[in-house]
C-alpha cells in the first residue's frame, strides 16, 4: 500500500481532515494525495507557497521569521503548518520549504536542505533533512518525508 493510501485510511479511521502548505515541492505532496480516490473526504487544500510573499500571503509567515531565520528553517516551516491549518481549517497541516537546487544553496544552508513540519491540535513537530541528490530527486525525497511525517503522526495518535 502507498503512503498516501495509508494516510487516507488513517485519517478516514480518525475523522481528520488534511491540508499541505508547500515551497521547494511545489505541489507534489496535494499530487500524491489526490491521486487517491475519494481523497476530498479528508484532503481540503494545499498552498504552494514558493515565494517569500506568498508565504507571508497565504498562509501568515511573519515577514519577521523571514528575515530573522529564512524561507528555508525549522521557524518557517512551523509557521507555514500553522497557517496552513488555520487558513484551511483542517485537523492536521504538513509544511515543506527547502532547497532543491541544484543552485541556491550557501554553506550554511546546502542544496538540498528540507524542513518538514506539522501542525496539529495536540502537536508540532518538525523534521530537518538534507538530500543529496539532483532537484527532482529531492523534491520527490521531500514530498515522501512530508507523507512519512503525516502517517507517523496519524499512527501514533490512533494507537
Not at 496535494?30 to 491521486?35: E, S
Not at 480516490?37 to 508565504?55: C, D, H, I, R
Not at 501568515?60 to 523571514?66: D, M, P
Amino acid at each position: 500500500m502507498d503512503l498516501e493510501e495509508k494516510i487516507g485510511q488513517q485519517l478516514l479511521a480518525q475523522g481528520l481532515t488534511l491540508a499541505t502548505a508547500e515551497s521547494c515541492t511545489g505541489g507534489l505532496v496535494a499530487h500524491r494525495l489526490t491521486n487517491i480516490s475519494g481523497s476530498s473526504a479528508y484532503f481540503l487544500g494545499g498552498f504552494v507557497t514558493y515565494s517569500n510573499e506568498a508565504k507571508e500571503r497565504f498562509v501568515g509567515v511573519r515577514h519577521e521569521t523571514l528575515l530573522a531565520h529564512g524561507a528555508v528553517s525549522e521557524e518557517t516551516a512551523r509557521e507555514m503548518a500553522r497557517g496552513a491549518r488555520q487558513q484551511m481549517g483542517v485537523d492536521v497541516a504538513v509544511a515543506i520549504t527547502g532547497i532543491a537546487g541544484p543552485t541556491g544553496g550557501t554553506p550554511e544552508k546546502p542544496v538540498g536542505l528540507v524542513y518538514v513540519a506539522l501542525s496539529a491540535v495536540d502537536t508540532e513537530l518538525c523534521r530537518r533533512f538534507v538530500w543529496s541528490g539532483d532537484r527532482v530527486s529531492n523534491k520527490i525525497e521531500s514530498a515522501e518525508a512530508a507523507l512519512q511525517l503525516v502517517s507517523d503522526y496519524l499512527q501514533k495518535r490512533g494507537a
